[in-house]
């Protein structure tokens, strides 16, 4: 038993940085998930850089992993970390800027050398210079003491001991709050079972972390995060790639549909591809295209016969993919495409987050090409969202743009595990004999007769007798689908395909609006992945007395009914966005109503404490507007 | 050197296995005619192209497959040749420019049940969709590609194509063409294609007898069908239809034959490569004999080099058919062999919950 002082926290943030080789990655994903299992609510945020394995020891080369826990609803991976293990001096000096004074600094001495130290150009040691006074700092020579730990492991060379010192990093933060470490050792146990001794140096290195914490006089309190009060349920945690893809396969399964994924590897969408590859016992199919242009192709084709179609991709794979969608609108078939936006244009910033291909996900085609466009909130959204996109896909036989962001993708928090048999029944059903008849009264298949509700063409797959037909991408005449250049029928046609994509507005709920006080003038309207920290923002404002109302679209094609009058219902609406403004943009020009933008596209997530800021200062000057007006 | 999956071979997939294995058949006693693929849809190209005998050729020959027509699906792209699947009576897709092998492999690669053909042409294929093309053959979808080669871009009014000359004045090479072509029998050969052959619109007879085997042959099958555009590249192919031109110039290729045309036959040369001689000054030990099975493709990329651009000497019929794993069948054994029972939402759940869940209060129901 400690003989050390245990102290209760509500919340803590914690950054683990270090060089890419280092591992951190691995060790923030074990220490969510001893967090997670402790039944703390919690929010992640890997950033990495795009370089698989950038210059030891620089600053391009840091790789760092956020973490925010607590015993409360948690809506963001924190602004400012109160905790910060830097694994070199470039793991320090990227990150100190963000680190609060009074904030906790564990940094690995080891690789305080002259000569790191040179190369982020530092002349002086910063440990040694006073330049950290304001931080508590613990400086514990992590590499050599944990190559010290497994001083007995004489078949390991130096160099695969130091590989350990993440987790004994990973031990020490362990003890330091209080997380049981049992998980990690089944982890390591899977991961290493064909190769003991270096298990048994993993085990040993993480051991020794916590007993350092346990025994060194440089820590002398420990922490403690009380579980979350959570809705009853059973939980994971889950970053928004699995969850994607798990809900990909949960509709499939829910449609009784095969699942067909054509994709290209890109950053930051390979993992739904990983992840799927992974799922042929639940009969689904992955394809690794030549391009990405082949990976919607395959899709596409996969749907034409009868399968549920996805492809996945990043911004610079969605403008590749554009011609074939179009030829989906066309042929009026379902396809789901998953943009995993991230930093642009080009290629731009492969690692970061950014919501900026709204607009190409709306227009960016030839000739007028709707399609319906979703996007996730949260990470664990991303299961449902999944789901949404296929209902609205097989009813309205339709692509549907699903817009996640790099954010979301390796972001994570507990999710509460859904029934599947109480996901929404989308069951499909295929066209199966003819209908209508000809001149001389004989049986026809109409492949462009529709529905009379939802505007859907008839899904006719291959192998049914009687209904053998053409589509294609050029202009068909309205009912049978020859082609046709008569332009009353392409004038007809253009408003017919928009007709139902508008019409999908009749069955998403509408745009609800929290203002818990019922008074206020100000709402923050966002979209996507912002809505963790606008809700968090949200939050602080009203804890500090203003009067907010939050509303945060999930479908941004077609808009929920009611959004129009939502907007009006305020004096100022103001718009977060990690791009310049296109939901703004849209909200403009479809409303006619004067929303303000709020924007930054720094390839991180907005920070609540920035965004509380900017609500509290609309807020304060309608009340001196307000004020104004009384006193006249 | 290949390297064995371990996986169960699903019946269709199995060694030997025809191209329409596990497409249904129609009952016993009871066949399509040319008219039941014959659309309703007015055939729209030039007086005199090549594509109309083309078309004649595929809606007679179709019946004989023996098929359910509802099981056949035509994928095409963009181009003249491309407005093919209107005109059958089949299910048909036009796509768009140069993506029809990719979308008929998603389509082949999750039907069993069907017959998947792709119509392209020179443009298209070699072109805009020459990654594609060299991907779908180097994975062995099951498909058959129906390549018509005219030489020419038709449908865009007169631009050179990556089959046209060196030299060759189009619309858009007013002074001559500079890029080398692609011979699509070599570029096929070259993407590890299984099945390579080569066939022309006017020889009825021929055209079929390629087409069979292509349907029998159980993974990508590339057919360059010479075809002739009496508009802008007019009688590019004439001397190979002169009855005695073209015996003096058509290399048959039969399977264990000597490759020979007319008096001239082909002959091992002392560089490791083939050559046309008078079949009088021929080492009768260097002739060679055409193995079309051979399982390296050095021999048929060889044939595929003794084309010219004066069309002097042109190998004509099935080039190379070899039996090797396809990638839809693998793709289908992979998942049922993954598969240990139908899946029901208490599998699903299964997955939702992954490894490491926890619980919190006590859940309704459990």
Known sequence: MSTKLVQKLDRVVIRFAGDSGDGMQLTGDRFTSQTALLGNDLSTLPNFPAEIRAPQGTLPGVSSFQLHFADHNVLTPGDAPDVLVAMNPAALKANLRDLPRGATIIVNTDEFTKRNLSKVGYAESPLDDGSLESYHVHPVALTSIAVEALASFTDLTRKEKERAKNMFALGLLSWLYTRPMDGTEVFLKAKFADKPVILEANLAALRAGFNYGETTEDFSVSYEVAPATMAPGTYRNVTGNVALSLGLVAAAHRAHLPLFLGSYPITPASDILHTLAGLKRYGVATMQAEDEIAGVGAALGASFGGALGVTTTSGPGLALKAETIGLAVSLELPLIVCDIQRGGPSTGLPTKTEQADLLQALFGRNGESPVAVVAPSTPADCFEIAVEAVRIATTYRTPVIVLSDGYLANGSEPWRLPRTAELPDITVEFATEPNATDDKGEPVFHPYLRDPETLARPWAIPGTPGLEHRVGGIEKADVTGNISYDPDNHDHMTRLRQAKIDGIADTIAPLEVDDPTGDADVLVLGWGSTFGPIAAAVRLARIAGARVAQAHLRHLNPFPANTGEVLRRYERVIVPEMNLGQLALLLRARYLVDVESHTSVRGLPFQAGELADVIATAVASLSDAHLKETAQ | ?366
């Open chain 2, 1 to 366: 050197m290949t390297t064995d999956l371990g996986m169960p071979l699903s019946p269709s997939g199995a060694p030997g296995a025809t191209g329409t294995a596990g497409v249904p058949r129609l009952a016993d006693g009871t066949a399509l005619t040319k008219k039941d693929f014959t659309s309703d849809q007015e055939v729209r190209w030039c007086p005199g192209c090549g594509d109309y005998a083309i078309l004649a050729a595929v809606q007679g020959f179709l019946p004989e497959l023996g098929l359910k027509r509802e099981n056949i699906v035509f994928v095409s792209g963009i181009g003249c040749s491309s407005r093919f699947p209107y005109y059958l009576d089949t299910f048909g897709m036009h796509s768009i420019h140069g993506r029809a092998p990719a979308i008929a492999t998603g389509l082949a690669a999750t039907r069993e049940d069907l017959s998947v053909w792709v119509v392209t042409g020179d443009g298209d294929a070699l072109s805009i969709g020459g990654n594609h093309l060299i991907h779908a053959l180097r994975r062995n979808v099951n498909l058959k590609i129906l390549l018509f080669n005219n030489e020419i871009y038709g449908l865009t009014k007169g631009q050179y194509s990556p089959t046209s000359h060196v030299g060759q004045v189009t619309k858009s090479t007013p002074l001559g063409s500079l890029d080398t072509p692609f011979n699509p029998v070599s570029l096929a050969l070259g993407a590890e294609a299984s099945f390579v052959a080569r066939t022309m619109d006017s020889d009825r007879q021929h055209l079929t007898s390629v087409l069979r085997a292509a349907a029998e042959h159980r993974g990508s099958a590339l057919v360059e069908i010479y075809q002739n555009c009496p508009i802008f590249n007019d009688g590019v192919f004439d001397v190979l239809k002169d009855r005695t031109e073209a015996a003096a110039r058509i290399l048959h290729l039969t399977d264990g034959e000597e490759v020979a045309a007319g008096d001239n036959v082909v002959v091992r040369d002392d560089r490791g490569s083939l050559d046309v001689v008078p079949r009088a000054d021929a080492d009768p030990s260097r002739i060679v004999r055409h193995d079309v099975s051979a399982a390296d493709p050095s021999a048929a990329f060889a044939l595929s080099r003794l084309d010219s651009p004066d069309l002097g000497h042109v190998p004509m019929g099935v080039f190379r058919n070899v039996q090797r794993p396809t990638y839809d069948d693998g793709l289908r054994e992979q998942i049922a062999s993954a598969q240990t029972n139908e899946i029901t939402d208490a599998d699903i759940d299964a997955l939702l919950a992954g490894r490491d869940t926890w619980t919190v209060g006590n859940p309704a129901g459990s």
